[in-house]
Nanobody, 123 residues
Framework: QVQLVESGGGLVQVGGSLRLSCAAS????????MGWFRQAPGKEREFVAN????????SYADSMKGRSTISRDNAKNLVLLQINSLKPEDTARYYC????????????????WGQGTQVTVSS
């Protein structure tokens, strides 16, 4: 099965930036659309961003548009999420996910999940 390992989370200040990484193994990376989701305590998991298999098409949650960039490097089996202008409401555990198909807006359910990496934004 596909294994996904996130890294790059941590404690950051409001207005700061963070780059999350997801390393994939156990499958053909280029065959999967990749995405990021997040979940805060007491709230449902929500879509953040995703990218298609080739890296040519991306989509973002409205709250992420203009300050977030998802990218992938198929040669390195990596997907990245750059988040700028971090806000307290960005505090959540961020999960990397792999899907057999690309869904604009992340409407579908991913097939594989990582364990997540915690992002905490404070003043």
């Amino acid at each position: 099965q596909v294994q996904l390992v996130e890294s790059g989370g941590g404690l950051v200040q409001v207005g700061g930036s963070l780059r999350l990484s997801c390393a994939a193994s156990g499958g053909t990376f280029g065959m999967y659309a990749m995405g990021w989701f997040r979940q805060a305590p007491g709230k449902e998991r929500e879509f953040v961003a995703n990218v298609d298999q080739s890296g040519g098409r991306t989509s973002y949650a409205d709250s992420m548009k203009g300050r977030s960039t998802i990218s992938r490097d198929n040669a390195k089996n990596l997907v990245l999420l750059q988040i700028n202008s971090l806000k307290p409401e960005d505090t959540a555990r961020y999960y990397c996910a792999a899907s057999w198909i690309f869904d604009d807006g992340g409407r579908g359910d991913p097939n594989y999940w990582g364990q997540g990496t915690q992002v905490t934004v404070s003043s």
